[in-house]
């Protein structure tokens, strides 16, 4: 999108377009993204937003690519949904995160009702993972491999996976997703590691399972479902970040989205979500190893908030009509302002280990 538009913005008025991505590339991440659906061509201004790379370099299904949708019932896979989204990332030259293998939602009942045994189990993920990756061999840049496995006290999420396997099944997943497709960034993904230190402490030690079991893993993806108000700081951002950086890992916000929690907002919310929003996107920033920043949908009209957390919204960067809100504005200038400011991703960036030193501020809880 060639035509500037001006907002008004968090920092005094701002000439920007809307070219997230483009910024976010000069600012040496590798993409801004957003989550997509096979529905969003049902809004004309949304999809066309969608569909422009300068905006977003970056798609991941919503829901396009779960168990539920590529293997209803044992061993018959359908993909036609999620074809329709790879198809639209290959023909706009966007990127795919790839989203997601083995996750205790969006089962079908004939896994989560299944009785199943060490060996069956086994047979049943790497039968999943294998026809899923390999359909999409090669189209994916990362995989979100293992998805919300820890409760928020940082314990192991009770599910069909860990019944049958216990902890075992951390490495085999990646290790099935490894085999599957070589090619492509193998990431564990899950919510709030932004604000339970005792839960991010429990990715780290998932993985450290799979390292241990000498099964690569490549990336932490922090989904950054974040509250107002609740938002760690940037520097407290930054420090979760590095714990996974330490690790060897790639660091990426994969589902963001703030959602102020009690509708209407004000102008004090607004204000708040703005700049709660360009703290995250810092963080990302501040950190060489920080892939790319992907929001779960970006515009308020087609967010997943309202129909979970009743009475909460506004959470997208856009808003019901898809005109850009001060959020928009704010991460625009921080990813302007950060132009050149760190190498482009992939040469120095890939390889830098940030060291890890606990800010002063104390580590935040969430409300
Ligand atoms: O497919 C059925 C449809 O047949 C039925 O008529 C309709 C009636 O409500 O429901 C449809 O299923 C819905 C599904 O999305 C597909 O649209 C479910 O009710 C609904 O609960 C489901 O929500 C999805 C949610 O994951 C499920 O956990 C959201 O769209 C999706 O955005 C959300 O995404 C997750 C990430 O994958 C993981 N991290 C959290 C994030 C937000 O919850």
């Not at 108000?229 to 420090?239: I, K, M, Q, V």
């Amino acid at each position: 999108m060639k035509t500037a538009i001006l907002i008004g913005a968090v920092a005094g008025p701002l000439l920007a377009s809307a070219q997230l991505h483009a910024l976010a590339k000069d600012a040496g991440l590798l993409y801004f993204g957003t989550a997509v659906s096979p529905s969003d061509s049902n809004d004309g201004a949304y999809y066309r937003l969608s569909n422009d790379i300068k905006n977003f370099g970056q798609y991941t299904p919503d829901n396009a690519q779960k168990w539920d949708a590529t293997e209803p019932s044992r061993g018959r896979f359908t993909y036609g949904q999620a074809d329709s989204i790879v198809n639209r990332a290959i023909s706009n030259k966007m990127l795919m995160r790839c989203h997601t293998l083995v996750w205790y939602s969006q089962l079908p009942g004939w896994v989560s009702s299944g009785s199943w045994t060490k060996d069956t189990m086994t047979s049943v993920m790497q039968t999943h993972i294998s026809n899923v990756m390999g359909h999409f061999k090669g189209k994916c840049y990362a995989w979100d491999v293992v998805n919300e496995a820890l409760e928020d006290d940082g314990t192991y999420r009770n599910n069909p996976f860990l019944k049958a396997l216990g902890d075992s099944y951390f490495a085999l997943s990646f290790k099935f997703a490894a085999a599957a497709d070589p090619s492509t960034k193998l990431y564990y993904n899950d919510y709030n590691l932004e604000y339970f230190p005792v839960k991010a402490d429990g990715a780290v030690r998932i993985a450290k399972l799979v390292q241990a079991a000498g099964v690569p893993i490549h990336g932490m993806g922090l989904q950054a479902h974040m509250t107002i108000g609740r938002t760690p700081s940037r520097e407290n951002l930054t420090w979760t970040l590095n714990k996974y950086v330490a690790l060897g890992l790639d660091v990426a916000y994969t589902e963001l989205d703030v959602r102020i929690k009690n509708l209407p907002s004000n102008a004090t919310g607004i204000q708040m979500q703005a700049k709660e929003y360009a703290d995250i996107v810092g963080s990302c920033l501040d950190v060489p190893r920080c892939v790319g920043i992907t929001v779960w949908g970006f515009g308020d009209a087609h967010s997943w908030i309202p129909q979970t957390f009743p009475g909460a919204g506004e959470a997208c960067l856009f808003d019901r009509n898809s005109k850009p809100k001060p959020a928009f504005s704010s991460v625009s200038a921080l990813l302007a302002s950060a132009s050149g400011k760190r190498p482009p991703w992939n040469t120095a960036a890939s390889t830098a280990v940030a060291a890890v030193t606990k800010p002063a501020a104390a580590t935040p809880t969430a409300a």
